[in-house]
């Protein structure tokens, strides 16, 4: 059975950090881009992070600095470290994994994906 599970989400004060995991199962990481991608309320689901076949990663501006993506293939698990979250970093975040037309490269694009997890919330609070 193909499908992206996201766990690690949690409400954390700002300034704090978080560790998301997206476990994969029925997808061979060595073939498929895998991205994060994130969605607050009444906004569009943006491009967070992705990283490449060959482990290539590429991050949107907001975030460069502070979060890390970083995967295990023999866990068939791909991680997300966010470092000094903001309150601006609020929103569900989710895992997409997509055919890769360049072992080297990934996209923040969402139509280069073709399968979603559910998500997980992630709340940087006071």
């Known amino acids: 059975q193909q499908q992206l599970v996201e766990s690690g989400g949690d409400l954390v004060q700002p300034g704090g950090s978080l560790r998301l995991s997206c476990v994969v199962s029925g997808y061979n990481l060595d073939h498929y881009v895998i991205g994060w991608f994130r969605q607050a309320p009444g906004k569009e689901r943006e491009g967070v992070s992705c990283?490449?076949?060959?482990?290539?990663?590429l991050y949107a501006d907001s975030v460069k600095g502070r979060f890390t993506i970083s995967k295990d293939n023999g866990k068939n698990t791909v991680y997300l470290h966010m470092g000094s979250l903001k309150p601006e970093d609020s929103g569900i975040y989710y895992c997409a994994a997509g055919p890769s037309r360049d072992p080297s490269i990934c996209a923040l694009a969402t139509d280069e994906y073709d399968y979603w997890g559910r998500g997980t919330q992630v709340t940087a609070l006071s």
């Open positions: 990283i490449s076949i060959f482990g290539s990663t």
